[in-house]
Structure formats: structure tokens, C-alpha cells
């Protein structure tokens, strides 16, 4: 009775390192994808932007150049084959959507009111296809029509604007045009909230004096740590300069890294714990069951076989121990939303990074060495002196 309570308390003990590596790893995991999803999640994972425009050169001599620029005019950098790009783009492997683009600069007006704004001009029907643009709307749609304008609740609020009011915008170039209000979004961002304008790529070609091309390219990936291998490969299809999300993001990247490498120690530990745990308990079985390995070694059991017995049931503790810690570790995981449904307040446990397998892996090895060295004092355990104990 006693050796079955001892099992049945070593049995608990590795299960719940178990249960504790499986959260941990969910904890983690799922943080690291919150992380991501609330930074990179709703920018573009590769750009291509127009290179700029430089002025005429009209003479050049030594440590002297003469430019010339239109007076009254400015120059836009544009992707002037940017349909011609857009098929072979999309056919990149990893490749979920491409967002062709025309920004600028721009100033709102109602009445007296006027608000400086940056004009995004997106293609109808790929208005989410980078921004989730849908989930974010509050009132209306993301729609892009011809005559239509979305807005952020935040400059809505200072304009006094409502859906389905007009309001004119007029582009940097001194272009204006009279929108309705289709759509708010609201995205927890004051900068975008307050001073981001989406219109239709027509309504912007208008603006922006653009009959054809395009400012950018923005491109979302299905696998966002592929963006650096997927800019070359565009780089090398269209020659053109693609920046993925990870220039300039060495910050984030370090912050991500260090959390991942605190999440390491933290399973280490609780792997540990559990190697500790086991070879203890088989430690003092073996003092206890002394008696009985002299019997053993008195019938003809040899040192190989003695070992062996003890090292399955290491074995045996560790694989009972770990399923039964992966399956608690699995109902616990259950009532947490998926990571698509991740909300700011709440513990963002990913369910499917438990590490289940790898848990009761490494739990299993860890048991079986935990209980070499008792098995190797147990196999040398002198038949006369056990028996007479």
C-alpha cells in the first residue's frame, strides 16, 4: 500500500511539472502572438515604394550640380508598371494578399473646420487586404466607392462628422473632392484614429493627379518571419526595391527574442524539478526495497536486469506523469479564446503551442536518467546484507 501511495505521489508531482511546462510554453507562445498580431499584425509584412523623383540635372562640374525644379508643381514618385507587377507578386509563394496603393497628403474641411490628414487611396474590394479594415469598423462600412471616404472615430469626433455626411478633401496639389462619409474605424491608435483618410484608388488617382501607377505596394505574408527570404525572392522576380517589416524593427525583434529565451529557462526549470523529483523518490525506494533486491540478487537476478527493472520505472512514472500532466494541461487550455480572438485585458494562452508531445518527450528522458543512479545503487546492493536488513 505504502509503494502504491509513494507511485501515486510521484505520479501527481511529475504531472504537475507537466502541467506546468504545457502552461508555461501556451503562456509564452501565445504572448509572443499577441505580441506580433498587435505590432506587425495589421501592417504590411513587405513594401515596395516608389524611389524619388530627383530634379533635372542640367549642368554638372566638379564639386558643382545645377537642378531645376517646376515651380508650383510637385513631382511623385510613382510604380508606373504596378499592374503589370501585381500577378507575378501574387504568385510568390507565402504571398495571402497584395494592396497596391496611392498615399499623400491632404487637409479635411467642414465649415470652418479643417483637419490635416494622410490620404491612403486602396483598390475597392482589397480595402482589409493589409489593415483589417472590416474588423475595426464601428459605424457604416469599409467600402471603398466612388464619391466615399472612411475615417477614424477620433477625427470624426473633432469635425462633428456622422455617417453619411459630406465633407470636402482637398490634396496637397490643390485637387479637391466632395465625399460621403461611409464608414469609422476605430483601431486604439490616436495617430491613425485621428488623422488617417481611406478613399477608392480612383478617388485617389483623381486627387493626386495620377492617371496611372501607384505610390506602393504593400503585400501581407501568410508567415510573417518569412518576409525577409520572400523580399528577395520579389526583389530578384521584379527588380524592385521590396523592404520587408523586420528593417528597421530590431527592437521588437529583441524584445520577442528575450522573451522566448525567458520562456526556455522557465520550461527548463520545470523540467528540472521533475528530474529532481523522480530521482529522489526512486532514490528512497531503493533504501526501502532493499530487502527485496537482495532477494532478487540471491535468486540469480543480475546487475543488467536489476537496473533495468528500475530504470522502466522511471520510465513508466515519467510517461504516466507527463500524459496525465498534458491532458490536464489540455482541458486547462480549452475555455481560453483562439489566438484569432485575442483581446486586450485577458491571458493571451495560445492552446496550440502547449508543446504537449515535447512535454512528455522530455519528461520520459528526464524520468529514465532521474533514475539511472538509483538504479545503479540498487544493483549493487549486496544479497546477504539487503536480506538481512
Same mark, same amino acid.
Do not use: C
Given at each position: 500500500?505504502?509503494?502504491?501511495?509513494?507511485?501515486?505521489?510521484?505520479?501527481?508531482?511529475?504531472?504537475?511539472?507537466? @502541467?506546468?511546462?504545457?502552461?508555461?510554453?501556451?503562456?509564452?507562445?501565445?504572448?509572443?502572438?499577441?505580441?506580433?498580431?498587435?505590432?506587425?499584425?495589421?501592417?504590411?509584412?513587405?513594401?515596395?515604394?516608389?524611389?524619388?523623383?530627383?530634379?533635372?540635372?542640367?549642368?554638372?562640374?566638379?564639386?558643382?550640380?545645377?537642378?531645376?525644379?517646376?515651380?508650383?508643381?510637385?513631382?511623385?514618385? /510613382?510604380?508606373?508598371?504596378?499592374?503589370?507587377?501585381?500577378?507575378?507578386?501574387?504568385?510568390?509563394?507565402?504571398?495571402?494578399?497584395?494592396?497596391?496603393?496611392?498615399?499623400?497628403?491632404? @487637409?479635411?474641411?467642414?465649415?470652418?473646420?479643417?483637419?490635416?490628414?494622410?490620404?491612403?487611396?486602396?483598390?475597392?474590394? *482589397?480595402?482589409?487586404?493589409?489593415?483589417?479594415?472590416?474588423?475595426?469598423?464601428?459605424?457604416?462600412?469599409? *467600402?471603398?466607392?466612388?464619391?466615399?471616404?472612411?475615417?477614424? *472615430?477620433?477625427?470624426?469626433?473633432?469635425?462633428?462628422?456622422?455617417?453619411?455626411?459630406?465633407?470636402?478633401?482637398?490634396?496637397?496639389?490643390?485637387? /479637391?473632392?466632395?465625399? /460621403?462619409?461611409?464608414?469609422? %474605424?476605430?483601431?486604439?491608435?490616436?495617430?491613425?484614429?485621428?488623422?488617417?483618410? %481611406?478613399?477608392?484608388?480612383?478617388?485617389?488617382?483623381?486627387?493626386?493627379?495620377?492617371?496611372?501607377?501607384?505610390?506602393?505596394?504593400?503585400?501581407?505574408?501568410?508567415?510573417?518571419?518569412?518576409?525577409?527570404?520572400?523580399?528577395? *525572392?520579389?526583389?530578384?522576380?521584379?527588380?524592385?526595391?521590396?523592404? !520587408?517589416?523586420?528593417?528597421?524593427?530590431?527592437?521588437?525583434?529583441?524584445?520577442?527574442?528575450?522573451?522566448?529565451?525567458?520562456?526556455?529557462?522557465?520550461?527548463?526549470?520545470?523540467?528540472?524539478?521533475?528530474?529532481?523529483?523522480?530521482?529522489?523518490?526512486?532514490?528512497?525506494?531503493?533504501?526501502?526495497?532493499?530487502?527485496?533486491?537482495?532477494?532478487?540478487?540471491?535468486?540469480?537476478?543480475?546487475?543488467? %536486469?536489476?537496473?533495468?527493472?528500475?530504470?522502466?520505472?522511471?520510465?513508466?512514472?515519467?510517461?504516466?506523469?507527463?500524459?496525465?500532466?498534458?491532458?490536464?494541461?489540455?482541458?486547462?487550455?480549452?475555455?481560453?479564446?483562439?489566438?484569432?480572438? @485575442?483581446?486586450?485585458?485577458?491571458?493571451?494562452?495560445?492552446?496550440?503551442?502547449?508543446?504537449?508531445?515535447?512535454?512528455? /518527450?522530455?519528461?520520459?528522458?528526464?524520468?529514465?536518467?532521474?533514475?539511472?543512479? !538509483?538504479?545503479?545503487?540498487?544493483?549493487?546492493?549486496? !544479497?546477504?546484507?539487503?536480506?538481512?536488513?
Amino acid at each position: 500500500m505504502a509503494n502504491k501511495a509513494q507511485t501515486a505521489l510521484l505520479v501527481t508531482g511529475v504531472a504537475v511539472g507537466v @502541467f506546468i511546462f504545457i502552461f508555461m510554453s501556451a503562456l509564452i507562445g501565445g504572448l509572443a502572438e499577441f505580441i506580433l498580431s498587435r505590432t506587425v499584425g495589421d501592417i504590411s509584412h513587405i513594401t515596395i515604394e516608389a524611389a524619388d523623383l530627383d530634379p533635372a540635372v542640367l549642368i554638372t562640374a566638379p564639386g558643382h550640380v545645377l537642378a531645376v525644379t517646376e515651380r508650383g508643381r510637385t513631382r511623385t514618385a /510613382t510604380l508606373s508598371e504596378a499592374e503589370t507587377w501585381l500577378p507575378l507578386i501574387e504568385a510568390v509563394p507565402g504571398v495571402k494578399a497584395v494592396s497596391p496603393q496611392i498615399g499623400g497628403a491632404g @487637409f479635411l474641411t467642414r465649415g470652418a473646420q479643417v483637419s490635416q490628414v494622410s490620404v491612403t487611396g486602396l483598390m475597392p474590394g *482589397r480595402e482589409s487586404a493589409i489593415l483589417d479594415l472590416d474588423g475595426y469598423i464601428v459605424e457604416g462600412s469599409a *467600402r471603398l466607392g466612388p464619391g466615399l471616404i472612411v475615417l477614424g *472615430r477620433e477625427l470624426t469626433d473633432d469635425l462633428a462628422l456622422s455617417r453619411g455626411q459630406s465633407v470636402r478633401l482637398q490634396s496637397a496639389g490643390g485637387v /479637391t473632392a466632395l465625399l /460621403t462619409l461611409s464608414g469609422i %474605424f476605430e483601431t486604439g491608435n490616436g495617430a491613425m484614429d485621428g488623422a488617417r483618410a %481611406f478613399v477608392g484608388l480612383p478617388v485617389a488617382r483623381t486627387l493626386f493627379a495620377m492617371p496611372q501607377g501607384v505610390t506602393q505596394i504593400e503585400i501581407k505574408l501568410d508567415d510573417l518571419n518569412a518576409a525577409d527570404a520572400t523580399a528577395l *525572392r520579389i526583389r530578384a522576380l521584379t527588380d524592385l526595391d521590396a523592404v !520587408p517589416w523586420t528593417d528597421g524593427a530590431e527592437q521588437l525583434m529583441e524584445a520577442l527574442n528575450a522573451q522566448a529565451q525567458t520562456g526556455y529557462f522557465l520550461k527548463t526549470f520545470a523540467l528540472i524539478t521533475i528530474v529532481i523529483g523522480v530521482a529522489s523518490a526512486l532514490m528512497l525506494s531503493t533504501y526501502r526495497r532493499r530487502p527485496e533486491i537482495g532477494i532478487m540478487r540471491a535468486m540469480g537476478a543480475g546487475r543488467n %536486469f536489476v537496473v533495468f527493472v528500475f530504470v522502466t520505472q522511471g520510465a513508466l512514472i515519467g510517461l504516466l506523469g507527463g500524459i496525465t500532466g498534458a491532458a490536464l494541461g489540455y482541458l486547462a487550455l480549452l475555455p481560453f479564446p483562439p489566438r484569432e480572438a @485575442f483581446e486586450p485585458g485577458t491571458l493571451p494562452m495560445d492552446i496550440t503551442q502547449g508543446s504537449y508531445g515535447l512535454a512528455i /518527450t522530455l519528461t520520459v528522458i528526464g524520468a529514465v536518467l532521474a533514475a539511472i543512479l !538509483p538504479a545503479r545503487a540498487a544493483s549493487r546492493v549486496d !544479497p546477504v546484507t539487503a536480506i538481512g536488513q
